[in-house]
């Protein structure tokens, strides 16, 4: 037997071990892309959720800021609360005042004018009456 007779069957053999080596190297690739893929998928989706907290976090903080301008406004139109420094906290539509007010009925005048004030969930009014505590 000549040379050649055993080369073919040598090179055919190296062949099929080698396509076998690539097929598990395809398998093994294609996995390693699926997995990328849902990787990739969960990445995309935990990326959505957090820019959907977001921009949530975002309008509602501009919501609770329209309803604190909105309140001090009402607070500044009134002929008695006008002259007074009231601090307006909003969160979550959620309202604390703070300060000091003329009289009583003037503390409750500004729980009334804020939760006049669309949005408005809830008045916490902590002011005092002047010279009063």
Sequence with gaps: MNRSTYLLPA???AALVFAA??????????RKVDEAAAGARAGAQEAGRAASAAAT???DAAADATITTKINAALAADDK???TRIDVDTNAGRVVLTGTAP?????ERATTLAKAVEGVVDVDN???VEGKG
């Design 81 to 83: 609360l006008k002259a």
């Design 126 to 128: 902590r002011l005092r």
């Design 57 to 59: 976090a975002v309008v």
């Design 103 to 107: 009289d009583a009925s003037s503390l």
């Design 21 to 30: 080596c690539d097929s598990r190297n395809d398998s093994t690739a294609g």
């Design 11 to 13: 090179a055919l053999a």
